[in-house]
């Protein structure tokens, strides 16, 4: 079998992993993880929106389109609603305080981003099976070494360090949490991002 570890690419960026920590306890004093009614074991807080529009970061939303095989059929079902990621280029003033204003700002320097949320994952929880329509970039916050994603059949725990990866969520993918602590990573779309 051939482990594509390409799917996993770190970049030339990184971040002061204890001021990321300390802005994201700063959020948490502003507002609570929140997802769309009915969907259990995803947390997200938005730190971007479509300029001038609080509802687009509501509900499903949120969580936006993937698609997923979600028995033993092996047919693919597409979930949840279609985002424009291009179009959430504002940073929501209630953060702009916070240590992620300057981590976006940097970031849209050197990508072309869609939204940018952080993302909880419960302790002993899991995602569905499911692929994206762009690559994500990953900035772990808080983690565990029983925390995984997997990308087609490659597994990678990806350190709480300050570092920026590029995760090709295009593939069929998940992540878990099997420690005992929530996972918190902050998460953008990255659009215009190409895997060899």
Not at 80 to 85: A, G, Q, V
Not at 147 to 166: E, F
Request: charge should be neutral; charged fraction near 25%.
């Amino acid at each position: 079998m051939d482990l594509n570890f390409n799917d996993f690419q770190k970049q030339d960026v990184s971040f002061d992993i204890n001021k990321l920590q300390e802005a994201y306890k700063e959020i948490l004093r502003i507002r609570d993880f929140s997802g769309p009614d009915g969907i259990s074991n995803f947390g997200a807080i938005s730190l971007t929106q479509i300029p001038g529009d609080p509802e687009s970061i509501k509900g499903h939303k949120a969580r936006g389109v993937f698609w997923t095989k979600p028995d033993g059929s092996g047919k693919e079902v597409i979930r949840d609603e279609k985002i424009n990621e291009a179009a959430y280029s504002e940073f929501i003033d209630e953060y702009k305080h916070t240590y992620f204003k300057e981590v976006f700002d940097t970031l849209s320097s050197r990508y072309k981003l869609g939204r940018v949320r952080i993302l909880l994952k419960q302790p002993r929880s899991t995602l569905s099976w499911h692929r994206d329509p762009e690559p994500r970039l990953h900035i772990p916050i808080i983690t565990n070494p029983g925390s995984i994603m997997v990308i087609d059949n490659v597994a990678k725990h990806l350190p709480a360090d300050g570092s920026v990866w590029i995760t090709n969520n295009t593939k069929y993918h998940n992540a878990f949490n099997g420690g005992e602590e929530n996972r918190i990573h902050l998460v953008a779309c990255v659009l215009e991002h190409k895997f060899n």
